[in-house]
C-alpha cells in the first residue's frame, strides 16, 4: 500500500591516482528527481529513477557513473497534470490543464486537490471528464475554493465504481484564465491524498505536478523597412555605392538579440539586389524584412558578328528564303537582362528588291545598340512561253500565191511579272508568200 520506499547502501566506491579530497555529488531523474552531495541514499518514489553520480578531484578533474533505482510498488495509481505555457501577450486567453492517468483500474474513490497561483490564473471551469465518471459540482465542494487557489475534488462510485481509464486518458480538465501571461506558476497536486478500490483497501497512487510559464512566441517587428531605391552607376562603370541603414525591432517579450544583413559591403552591382534584413529576439524568434536596390548605368551595348549584306535569288514564287548568323548582343556591366529585338528572322522569306534587316538589343537600364543589314533579292529565272502547233495554210490565188497566218500565243508567265510583253516575228495576220510552191515556215519566239 507504499508508494515510496527508504533505499540505502548507494554510496559509489571512489579512488584517484593523486591524493587529496574528491568532491561527489549527484542528480537524479525520473520518478524522483532532485540533486545533493554525499550519497543518493534517501526516499524514492514507486518508478524508475536514474541517479547520475559525478566525482571531482582538486585538479578539476571529474567522472560520472550512472544507474537505477526501481521501486516497484506494483500497479500504482498514477495521477499526470499538464504543463501549459502561453505567449507573453496571452493575457486573457483561456488554458486548459489535463489530469491525466495511468493503471486506473479497480477504482472506487479518490480524493485530491490541485494548487496555482490566483494572482496568475482564474479558475473558470471543469470539463472533458472521461464518459462513465459521473462528476459533478459537489466533486468539487461546490467550487468554493477556487478563488483561493485550490480545486479540491472527493469523489466515487460505492455501486459498481469507475470505469477503467486507459494509460494515458484524461480524469477531467481544468480551465483557467490567464490573468498574468508574463508570469509563472507551479501547478501542483497538494494532499489530502485518498484512493480505495473494490474491497475499499487503499490504493497507492503516486502525483506528477505541472507548471504554468510564460513563453515567447511572437517574432520580433521591424520599426520600419526601407522603401525599393534606384541609384545612377558611376559614369562608364556597372555599380554603385550605396550605405545600408541600421534598422531597428521591438519584441513583445524577451526583446531583440540582433538584426542583420545578407549584403558583404555597401557595393552594388548593375540590376536588381534584394537586401533581406533579419531580426531574432532572445528566444529564437526571428522575422525578416526586404528590400530592392536597383543600379542603373549609362554603357550602352552592342552587336558582335552583325551580317554584311546578304544577295539571294527568288524561288518559283518570287520569293527568296534566307538564313544567316543572328548577331549576339553584348554589354559592358555583363550581359544582365539584354532584351534583342528583330523585324525579321532567319528562315523569313524575303520578296524580290532589297529589304533592310534591323536589329535592336537592350540592356536593363534601357541603353540601347542596333545591328543593320540589307538582303538583296534578284530575279533569275526567264520567263517562259509555249509555241502555238505548227499551222498549215492554203495559198490564195487573190494572195498572188500567198496566204493570210492568224495564230495566238497562250501560254507565257513569269515566277514574279504578272504583265509580260509578248511579242512574235512575223506577228499574227502576216501574209505569208509560198517559196517554189511550199510555204516557208516561221516560227515564233
Same mark, same amino acid.
Given at each position: 500500500g507504499q508508494t515510496t520506499?527508504?533505499? $540505502? +547502501?548507494?554510496? /559509489?566506491?571512489?579512488?584517484?591516482?593523486?591524493?587529496?579530497?574528491?568532491?561527489?555529488?549527484?542528480?537524479? $531523474? +525520473?520518478?524522483? /528527481?532532485?540533486?545533493?552531495?554525499?550519497s543518493a541514499d534517501g526516499t524514492y518514489t514507486a518508478g524508475s529513477t536514474i541517479?547520475?553520480?559525478l566525482a571531482e578531484d582538486g585538479a578539476g578533474n571529474t567522472s560520472t557513473c550512472s544507474f537505477t533505482v526501481t521501486v516497484d510498488a506494483g500497479q500504482v495509481l498514477t495521477l499526470i497534470l499538464d504543463s501549459v505555457s502561453v505567449d507573453c501577450q496571452g493575457t486573457g486567453q483561456m488554458v486548459s490543464v489535463n489530469i491525466s492517468v495511468q493503471n486506473f483500474i479497480d477504482v472506487w474513490g479518490l480524493q485530491f486537490s490541485v494548487e496555482w497561483d490566483e494572482t496568475v490564473l482564474q479558475f473558470e471551469s471543469v470539463s472533458n471528464e472521461f464518459p462513465g465518471l459521473g462528476l459533478s459540482p459537489v466533486n468539487f465542494l461546490g467550487f468554493t475554493t477556487t478563488g483561493d487557489g485550490i480545486l479540491r475534488f472527493l469523489g466515487g462510485n460505492s455501486t459498481s465504481g469507475w470505469p477503467m481509464i486507459p494509460d494515458g486518458g484524461t480524469f477531467f480538465t481544468i480551465n483557467f484564465t490567464v490573468l498574468d501571461a508574463n508570469a509563472i506558476s507551479t501547478i501542483n497536486f497538494i494532499p489530502p491524498f485518498d484512493a480505495v478500490n473494490g474491497s475499499f483497501q487503499s490504493v497507492p497512487f503516486v502525483t506528477f505536478n505541472g507548471a504554468f510559464e510564460s513563453e515567447d512566441l511572437v517574432p520580433p517587428v521591424f520599426d520600419a523597412c526601407p522603401m525599393d531605391t534606384t541609384i545612377n552607376a558611376v559614369a562608364n562603370e556597372c555599380n554603385a555605392n550605396f550605405p545600408l541603414p541600421m534598422l531597428t525591432a521591438t519584441d513583445a517579450c524577451t526583446g531583440v538579440d540582433t538584426i542583420f544583413n545578407d549584403q558583404t559591403d555597401d557595393v552594388f552591382d548593375t540590376g536588381e539586389t534584394i537586401v533581406m534584413y533579419t531580426a531574432i529576439d532572445s528566444a529564437g524568434n526571428s522575422s525578416t524584412c526586404s528590400f530592392t536596390i536597383t543600379v542603373i548605368e549609362n554603357i550602352a551595348p552592342e552587336f558582335i558578328n552583325c551580317p554584311d549584306t546578304i544577295f539571294a535569288s527568288v524561288d518559283s514564287n518570287c520569293l527568296a528564303v534566307v538564313d544567316w548568323m543572328p548577331p549576339v548582343g553584348v554589354d559592358g556591366c555583363g550581359s544582365i537582362a539584354l532584351t534583342v529585338t528583330s523585324n525579321f528572322q532567319p528562315g523569313d522569306a524575303f520578296p524580290l528588291g532589297i529589304t533592310q534587316v534591323d536589329y535592336l538589343v537592350t540592356d536593363f537600364s534601357g541603353n540601347t545598340g542596333t545591328c543593320n543589314f540589307i538582303v538583296s533579292v534578284s530575279d533569275t529565272i526567264a520567263p517562259f512561253v509555249i509555241c502555238p502547233p505548227d499551222?498549215?495554210?492554203?495559198?490564195?490565188?487573190?494572195?498572188?500565191?500567198?496566204?493570210?497566218?492568224?495564230?495566238?500565243?497562250?501560254?507565257?508567265?513569269?515566277?514574279?511579272?504578272?504583265?509580260?510583253l509578248t511579242f512574235s516575228n512575223p506577228g499574227t495576220g502576216t501574209t505569208v508568200p509560198c517559196w517554189n510552191k511550199c510555204c516557208r515556215v516561221y516560227r515564233c519566239r
Amino acid at each position: 500500500g507504499q508508494t515510496t520506499a527508504m533505499v $540505502t +547502501g548507494l554510496d /559509489p566506491m571512489l579512488s584517484d591516482n593523486c591524493p587529496g579530497g574528491l568532491d561527489l555529488s549527484w542528480t537524479a $531523474t +525520473g520518478s524522483t /528527481p532532485g540533486s545533493g552531495t554525499g550519497s543518493a541514499d534517501g526516499t524514492y518514489t514507486a518508478g524508475s529513477t536514474i541517479v547520475t553520480y559525478l566525482a571531482e578531484d582538486g585538479a578539476g578533474n571529474t567522472s560520472t557513473c550512472s544507474f537505477t533505482v526501481t521501486v516497484d510498488a506494483g500497479q500504482v495509481l498514477t495521477l499526470i497534470l499538464d504543463s501549459v505555457s502561453v505567449d507573453c501577450q496571452g493575457t486573457g486567453q483561456m488554458v486548459s490543464v489535463n489530469i491525466s492517468v495511468q493503471n486506473f483500474i479497480d477504482v472506487w474513490g479518490l480524493q485530491f486537490s490541485v494548487e496555482w497561483d490566483e494572482t496568475v490564473l482564474q479558475f473558470e471551469s471543469v470539463s472533458n471528464e472521461f464518459p462513465g465518471l459521473g462528476l459533478s459540482p459537489v466533486n468539487f465542494l461546490g467550487f468554493t475554493t477556487t478563488g483561493d487557489g485550490i480545486l479540491r475534488f472527493l469523489g466515487g462510485n460505492s455501486t459498481s465504481g469507475w470505469p477503467m481509464i486507459p494509460d494515458g486518458g484524461t480524469f477531467f480538465t481544468i480551465n483557467f484564465t490567464v490573468l498574468d501571461a508574463n508570469a509563472i506558476s507551479t501547478i501542483n497536486f497538494i494532499p489530502p491524498f485518498d484512493a480505495v478500490n473494490g474491497s475499499f483497501q487503499s490504493v497507492p497512487f503516486v502525483t506528477f505536478n505541472g507548471a504554468f510559464e510564460s513563453e515567447d512566441l511572437v517574432p520580433p517587428v521591424f520599426d520600419a523597412c526601407p522603401m525599393d531605391t534606384t541609384i545612377n552607376a558611376v559614369a562608364n562603370e556597372c555599380n554603385a555605392n550605396f550605405p545600408l541603414p541600421m534598422l531597428t525591432a521591438t519584441d513583445a517579450c524577451t526583446g531583440v538579440d540582433t538584426i542583420f544583413n545578407d549584403q558583404t559591403d555597401d557595393v552594388f552591382d548593375t540590376g536588381e539586389t534584394i537586401v533581406m534584413y533579419t531580426a531574432i529576439d532572445s528566444a529564437g524568434n526571428s522575422s525578416t524584412c526586404s528590400f530592392t536596390i536597383t543600379v542603373i548605368e549609362n554603357i550602352a551595348p552592342e552587336f558582335i558578328n552583325c551580317p554584311d549584306t546578304i544577295f539571294a535569288s527568288v524561288d518559283s514564287n518570287c520569293l527568296a528564303v534566307v538564313d544567316w548568323m543572328p548577331p549576339v548582343g553584348v554589354d559592358g556591366c555583363g550581359s544582365i537582362a539584354l532584351t534583342v529585338t528583330s523585324n525579321f528572322q532567319p528562315g523569313d522569306a524575303f520578296p524580290l528588291g532589297i529589304t533592310q534587316v534591323d536589329y535592336l538589343v537592350t540592356d536593363f537600364s534601357g541603353n540601347t545598340g542596333t545591328c543593320n543589314f540589307i538582303v538583296s533579292v534578284s530575279d533569275t529565272i526567264a520567263p517562259f512561253v509555249i509555241c502555238p502547233p505548227d499551222v498549215n495554210v492554203f495559198a490564195s490565188d487573190t494572195l498572188n500565191c500567198a496566204a493570210i497566218v492568224d495564230f495566238a500565243v497562250d501560254s507565257v508567265g513569269d515566277n514574279c511579272d504578272v504583265d509580260l510583253l509578248t511579242f512574235s516575228n512575223p506577228g499574227t495576220g502576216t501574209t505569208v508568200p509560198c517559196w517554189n510552191k511550199c510555204c516557208r515556215v516561221y516560227r515564233c519566239r
